[in-house]
Structure formats: structure tokens, C-alpha cells
């Protein structure tokens, strides 16, 4: 098998061949058709996540070791499956859900594999789709995608299922609200296109970018504003009374300090964007103004498949995408770290 590979944090990706892996147990081996370039790649590429106050999460001693296959956005067709692997045949054409846990603990046993302290992502843990063949561990984390291209299907796995993940947590929030979505670049765009399937608020876009205002107001956006404009906020707080929720999708101080000062009384502030670093917090103005900060992370199994089921039946428009040849994997992850991508850039072997 060949593959595009991280041999050292930071600097480009090696094409290297290996043998073609032999599934064991309940593993399926999947040839892969597509997989999507993340913007969490740039951070597992780079070796760490910034924490703020100059503290570093190293993404080695969390069990990342080199070399290491990237690619967690993957759809493949089914080559072969080890004596174990049930409800699966040669030639099935599923996309991967990556965000596998141990599959033993309570949570794993309750479905909340994202809860899992002994995560088996594939492609952050174990072996991903930046190559011609994959391994799944099990086939239920095969999910079919019939009626969808292949390259659109396997932008679901993670940028499709953490912006519904997301939405589905403020789904609570009526037509009366205002749902601020911070950043449109390639995830908080996706959430721009399912809002009106899962809130029934108004959409406003808050993005620095002129370019991605505009995609996000033809993906269906109510409004869009600048939110690096210093009047920006008053204007909107004077004309809506304030978000009900935001959805920071960028997760950088800027954007989480103006999704916190956004929100109206008993607004939530939802954490996506892993951009790093921390911002200072006025502990009053959470019980005074009854808001609630939380976090999001990708989503669930059950969650992926509500979401493919949403997007087979046409409620779902299809966010735009650029196919490059996986040997271009390194140029993909430089034009997003430099934020050129408008849309997923999504490799083919
Ligand atoms: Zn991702
Ligand atoms: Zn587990």
C-alpha cells in the first residue's frame, strides 16, 4: 500500500510503500476512493495543540508515534475483512466513522465512544485514509452513502458531523433566537448549510473574511458580519438583543471572547475550533448572565448516521469541494494553514 505520511512533525509528508495490511479479527480493509483534508491534520502535522500561557499539548506523548497516516475523513470499498467481520461484503462502498474508542468501557458500551479514554481514532490513532488502503476495526463503523460522490460523503466523517454535533446542541434555540456561526471556513461552512435542518434560529455569520461572508450568505446564512469591525457588536446587540447561542468555529481569543460577549441572558457559548491559546474569563458574568460555556467534539456514531440519513434525503446542500491527487496531501495542508481553501480539499489515490 502506499501513503503520504508524517515522518517528522512539521515537515512535509513522505510517500512510502508498504505491505498491504491483512485484517484480523473484526477488521475490514477498505481501498480508499476519497478522503478529506482536515484542518486538525495542520495540528497533528505540526506535533501539538496550543493550550494558552505557553503551554503545548504533544501530540507524542498522547500515543501519536512516527511515521503516521493521517486522513480521518475516508471513504473506501471493501478489498477484505478478517474471520470475525459480520453484515459486510467485497465491494461495499461505505465511508469510515473514524471516532472509535476502546469498544470495551461503560461508555464505549453505551455508544459514547467519545467519552473513551483509550481513543482508536483512525486517522489520529491509528492509521488513516491519506493512502491507497485503510484498515476499519469494525464494520459497524461502515456507514453506506448511496445516491452521494464519494468525495462529497467523506467530508461527513468529521467537518459534516462536528457541524451538526454542534447544531444539534443549541437545537433547542426558536425562530424568535439568533444563532451567531463564527468562522465560515470549511466546518463552520457546513454548519451554515444544515442550520435551518436542525435550529430553527436566524443564522448570522461573523467572519473576518470578506470572501467567506459571501459563501456563507449563498449557503443560506440570514445575515454575516465582520467581526474584527470594532462597531460590529454594538450594532448587533442593538439590533437583535443578543445571540441565544454562538458557535465558535474557529476557537481562537478573538472569536471565543466576541462568541461570549454576543450572547443574551441564558445564552450558551459552544466550542469547536481548535485554533488554541485561552482568553480571560469574568467568573460574574456567567451567573449573572446565566450563560453557559461548552465544548464540542465531532460527533456519534448515531450522530453520523441521523446526519447521512438528513443529507440522502436532500436537506442537506453540498458544501464545495477540490479533488487533488494524494501526493498533493502537503501542498493541501500548506494552502490551509496559509486559510486559502473556500470549501475541503478532498485527495484521491
Ligand atoms: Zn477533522
Ligand atoms: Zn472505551
Redesign the pocket.
Known amino acids: 500500500m502506499y501513503c503520504q505520511q508524517i515522518v517528522e512533525f512539521g515537515k512535509p509528508l513522505e510517500g512510502r510503500n508498504y505491505d498491504t495490511p491483512e485484517p484480523a479479527g473484526t477488521e475490514v480493509l477498505l481501498k480508499v476512493t476519497a478522503c478529506g483534508v482536515c484542518h486538525s491534520d495542520l495540528h497533528l502535522w505540526e506535533g501539538y495543540f496550543d493550550m494558552g500561557e505557553g503551554n503545548r499539548l504533544n501530540l507524542e506523548d498522547r500515543g501519536m508515534h512516527l511515521p503516521f497516516t493521517m486522513g480521518h475523513e475516508v471513504v473506501g470499498e471493501v478489498v477484505a475483512f478478517g474471520p470475525d467481520a459480520e453484515n459486510v461484503a467485497i465491494g461495499d462502498k461505505r465511508v469510515i466513522f473514524p471516532w472509535i474508542?476502546?469498544?470495551?468501557?461503560p461508555?464505549?458500551e453505551a455508544g459514547d465512544?467519545l467519552l473513551?479514554?483509550?481513543p482508536q481514532t483512525v486517522g489520529t490513532r491509528y492509521n488513516g485514509g491519506y493512502a491507497d488502503e485503510v484498515i476499519a476495526p469494525h464494520p459497524k463503523y461502515l456507514i453506506p452513502y448511496d445516491g452521494l460522490p464519494a468525495e462529497l460523503a467523506c467530508t461527513y466523517a468529521c467537518s459534516g458531523l462536528t457541524a451538526y454535533s454542534a447544531l444539534k446542541k443549541v437545537s433547542h434555540l426558536t425562530e424568535k433566537d439568533t444563532l451567531v456561526i463564527i468562522g465560515a471556513g470549511g466546518v463552520g461552512l457546513s454548519a451554515v448549510h444544515f442550520a435551518s435542518a436542525v435550529v430553527k434560529a436566524k443564522v448570522m455569520v461573523a467572519d473576518i473574511d470578506p470572501e467567506k461572508r459571501e459563501a456563507a450568505l449563498k449557503s443560506g446564512a440570514d445575515a454575516a458580519l465582520d467581526n474584527s469591525d470594532p462597531e460590529a457588536l454594538a450594532q448587533f446587540m442593538a439590533e437583535t438583543g443578543g445571540a441565544g447561542a454562538a458557535i465558535d468555529f474557529v476557537g481562537a481569543p478573538p472569536t471565543a471572547q466576541f462568541g461570549l460577549n454576543c450572547l443574551k441572558r441564558g445564552g450558551t457559548l459552544v466550542v469547536v475550533g481548535l485554533f488554541g491559546s485561552s482568553i480571560p474569563l469574568s467568573l460574574p458574568t456567567l451567573p449573572l448572565g446565566m450563560r453557559t460555556i461548552m465544548g464540542s467534539y465531532v460527533g456519534t456514531l448515531e450522530e453520523m448516521k441521523e446526519l447521512m440519513s438528513l443529507v440522502q434525503k436532500g436537506k442537506v446542500a453540498p458544501i464545495p469541494y477540490h479533488i487533488r491527487p494524494l501526493d498533493e496531501a502537503h501542498d493541501c495542508l500548506m494552502d490551509l494553514k496559509d486559510g486559502k481553501a473556500v470549501g475541503r480539499y478532498v485527495l484521491k489515490p
Do not use: K
Open positions: 474508542g476502546c469498544r470495551e468501557c461508555d464505549c465512544e473513551c479514554n483509550a
